[in-house]
Nanobody
Framework: QVQLVESGGGLVQPGGSLRLSCAAS????????MGWYRQAPGQPRELVAT???????VYVDSVKGRFTISRDNAKSTVYLQMNSLKPEDTAVYYC????????????WGQGTQVTVSS
């Protein structure tokens, strides 16, 4: 079993920055994908950024050049550095881990609110 605990959300003005953290506990072995998703009110949950165990990165087009995903293996933590924040980035941000295998195991954090407003 894997538990994910997010932190770092909050209220920020447009153009500001926040860093989200996702601390993982439990057994994460083999090939995995860790990432961040977000869900705005009335909208479906969407992928923001992912990083694989091999280091491959994926970003949704709307955050490219502004957000950076990274990880600290020693701390089993994934980060999302968010710069140049826009009001449309306002959402609940969820950490996700998929451990690829038979079967693939999928875990979610509880979510952290990010609000971008003046």
């Amino acid at each position: 079993q894997v538990q994910l605990v997010e932190s770092g959300g909050g209220l920020v003005q447009p153009g500001g920055s926040l860093r989200l953290s996702c601390a993982a506990s439990g057994s994460i072995n083999g090939f995995y994908v860790m990432g961040w998703y977000r869900q705005a009110p009335g909208q479906p949950r969407e992928l923001v950024a992912t990083i694989t165990s091999g280091g491959s990165l994926v970003y949704v087009d709307s955050v490219k050049g502004r957000f950076t995903i990274s990880r600290d293996n020693a701390k089993s933590t994934v980060y999302l550095q968010m710069n140049s924040l826009k009001p449309e980035d306002t959402a609940v941000y969820y950490c996700n881990t998929q451990i690829i295998g038979l079967p693939t195991r999928n875990y979610w954090g509880q979510g952290t609110q990010v609000t971008v407003s003046s």
